[in-house]
């Protein structure tokens, strides 16, 4: 283990910039004047962006009152692979979930709110970025604000939801931003320096505990082939694991819906 996160670990908070607008605050964390400056867990939080993208380079709405941040990860398992996307969004969903909204992760890398007897909305995804040997996370979370069905791409699997429109509706103090923000990049550190340093192999376990329909039917979309079968475990590498025509099928990237 290197000094640098020993003392990190045993004695700071991670840091957080807070910026104006940017074009994208994946691109923003890149520029020479943060690649020093950012150690493992910092990160970059800013106002809006006027170029924010998502899976794919596809565009993504940003304005003002929702986050939009890029946190550097530690390039150690679990956040050295595929298994990356998985374990920041189980350690996302968990933190959420402490400040009382019922997350949960649809795989491999977006949150939803999984409210009792309604359909799951996104309200959170997550893009990884490796650049220079360095890994960065660039998480967009809608807390005042989301997409319009008409804006989402089509065919996508869910609609969107916002925190604050749960908060009002069942009695949450109205989410702020930056407060927030501080809360889940904490929750992040300490959840990987448990899970990493103290109980190897932690975040399969959660991940399996907040995903989006567990044990139930899903179909996954993979290139030309379309697979059905049911939700019975996270791999190792991040693999969602199926379980269809009396075997198990595992599976690295897709388009997930429940059949």
């Known amino acids: 283990m290197n000094e640098q996160k020993t003392n990190k670990e045993l004695h700071a908070e991670p840091a957080i910039y807070q910026l104006g607008a940017v074009a994208s605050v994946l691109d923003e964390v ?3 004047c943060w690649q020093e400056r950012l150690h493992e867990f910092d990160s970059l939080l800013a106002e809006s962006q006027t170029a ?21 990860l530690p390039m150690e398992a679990p956040l050295k692979g595929t298994e990356a996307a998985v374990a920041v969004g189980c350690w996302l969903a968990e933190g959420l979930r402490a400040q009382g909204y019922p997350c ?14 309604k359909a799951p909305c996104k309200v959170c995804g997550i893009l990884l970025e490796e650049r220079n040997k360095k890994l960065y996370a660039g998480i967009g979370i809608n807390v005042q604000h989301f997409p319009p069905a008409e804006d989402l791409r089509e065919g996508a699997a869910l609609p969107a939801a916002c925190l604050a429109g749960y908060a009002r509706g069942h009695g949450l103090p109205d989410p702020e931003c930056a ?36 044990n139930d039917m899903v179909t996954i979309e993979d290139g030309d082939s379309i697979v059905s079968g049911r939700v019975c475990g996270i791999g190792p590498n991040g693999e969602l694991m199926l379980s269809s025509q009396g075997g198990i099928r595992q599976f690295l990237s897709g388009s997930l819906r429940r059949a």
């Open 30 to 32: 890149h520029k020479p």
């Open 52 to 72: 924010g993208r998502g899976q794919y380079r596809r565009n993504w709405s940003s304005p003002s009152g929702n986050i939009y941040a890029a946190v550097r």
């Open 104 to 117: 949960l992760l649809k795989w491999p890398n977006d949150i939803v709110l999984a409210e009792d007897g």
């Open 179 to 214: 407060a927030l923000w501080k809360s889940l990049v904490n929750s992040l550190f300490s959840s990987y320096t448990y899970d990493e340093l103290q109980a190897p192999g932690t975040w399969r376990e959660k991940a399996f505990q907040f995903l989006l329909w567990r």
